[in-house]
């Protein structure tokens, strides 16, 4: 069974744990799960993720979704980047395509589906106006036309947020205003609050989230480093939540020349805290970038098709090109690896042949002692390392060596 394979299999299990259909205690599953298959699961597991299942009382409530089950039985979440894929308003108001994306991107290896939600009336004066990116893709005459015309309603929300639940992936959502905000901490389990770009300067959004009990993600487009540190201290006020920093650029899309990723490191100079990147190039290359540069989180937003009328497709990601960077952005988390220096079996083996050791530079007699002009450095290294010459200049050998063999420790006194 592949790691695809088995990431399918625990999908169909948190599901049938979300209705109770199966008890988990010890491993016991009913009858209508192939328990040929269960056990070939938990073998292959053990296997692919080189981890043993320890906790011996698991049951239906540990897990609410499958990052949590993922989390439980992977020894890899230290290094695995978080991936929201951001539909944001890329369903154009409608939830037929909204879970027709859900439905696509539950196939793939990432950890949230992100919306967005807010009240047009409570987001837009009478004096908002579009910015020059959404004048030239939607066709809406005023900004807040175009903002009603791509929501969903709340009791869509919730009807997608039960959707995602029941696919076993979580849902996000950001609100654009208070009454919004109050509506999703109150009726949704969010694993995160994500304050956008647009929002860093709100007080009554930043003074709400600061005193709740939830970890923030924060975008930074249009912020410079001084007003983003004026809000994580108002974020920091009450309570001690983790903040991560999105690095962001709120051009649509992004050209490369403006990305500047390297601000990545400063923000993780000046602030402490995790940095993430919010992408919204037309290039996978940034994305897999950021990771290489330590970004914990990456937000990515995704649509059906980037020829759909609507003010985010043209700088969204189709969803098939989104699972090719979702794959490419895992395979640079096992590129990555951790800091630690090791040596895989394979290298070890190839270190004896590529390495050199102390030989004889001439036939050496028994109880002769051993010069500088005595020895060279010749492949395999299998014997005694050059670093180590100057340990065995001056010693005596206890029985004779031929010229060009190597030198081993055992003759040596």
């Known amino acids: ?26 491993f016991n599953f009913s009858k209508n799960f192939d328990s040929i298959e269960i056990l070939d699961f938990i073998s292959q597991i053990e296997k692919n993720f080189k981890i043993k299942f320890k906790d011996k009382s698991i049951n239906h409530k540990n897990f609410s979704n499958i990052t949590a089950l993922i989390k439980l039985i992977s020894n890899e979440k230290k290094n695995k980047t978080f991936i929201i894929a951001e539909i944001g308003p890329n369903h154009n108001g409608s939830i037929k395509i909204a879970k ?4 696509k991107l539950s196939s793939i290896d990432i950890d949230a589906i992100k919306f967005q939600l807010g009240d047009p009336n409570e987001v837009y004066s009478d004096d908002a106006f579009k910015a020059p990116y959404q004048k030239k893709n939607d066709k809406e005459n005023s900004v807040k036309a175009m903002s009603k015309k791509n929501q969903l309603s709340k009791s869509e929300h919730i009807a997608i947020s039960k959707f995602c639940n029941k696919l076993g992936i979580p849902y996000a959502c950001t609100a654009f205003d208070l009454k919004s905000l109050k509506f999703l901490n109150k009726n949704f389990k969010l694993p995160f609050f994500k304050i956008p770009s647009g929002e860093v ?16 993600i924060l975008s930074t ?40 990723l390297n601000i990545i490191d400063e923000l993780k100079r000046r602030f402490k805290c995790d940095i993430g990147y919010s992408d919204h190039t037309n290039e996978e290359e940034t994305c897999i970038s950021a990771v290489a540069k330590g970004a914990t989180i990456i937000e990515k937003h995704v649509t059906l098709s980037k020829t759909m009328s609507g003010p985010d497709h043209k700088s969204s990601f189709t969803i098939k090109e989104f699972e090719t960077l979702v794959d490419k952005i895992r395979k640079v988390e096992r590129l990555l690896g951790k800091n630690q220096k090791k040596f895989s079996k394979e290298e070890k083996h190839i270190q004896f042949a590529a390495k050199k050791s102390c030989v004889t530079n001439k036939d050496l007699k028994k109880n002769h002692i051993l010069k500088k002009q005595d020895i060279c450095f010749k492949r395999p290294g299998t014997g005694i390392s050059p670093l180590e010459l100057n340990k065995i200049l001056g010693k005596r050998i ?3 060596i031929k010229k060009n063999k190597v030198i081993r420790r055992n003759i040596i006194r």
């Open 1 to 26: 069974m592949s790691p695809d394979n088995i990431k399918k299999v625990l999908k169909k299990i948190v599901i049938k744990i979300k209705k109770k259909k199966v008890n988990i205690t010890n």
């Open 201 to 216: 300067t709100s007080l009554d959004l930043i003074n709400y989230i600061s005193k709740q009990k939830k970890p923030i």
């Open 100 to 103: 027709k994306m859900i439905r």
């Open 221 to 260: 487009g249009m912020s410079d480093f001084q007003e983003i540190k004026k809000v994580k201290s108002m974020l920091e006020k009450h309570h001690k939540n983790k903040i991560t920093i999105l690095h962001c650029v709120s051009e649509y899309p992004a050209k490369i020349k403006n990305v500047n």
């Open 398 to 400: 206890i029985r004779d």
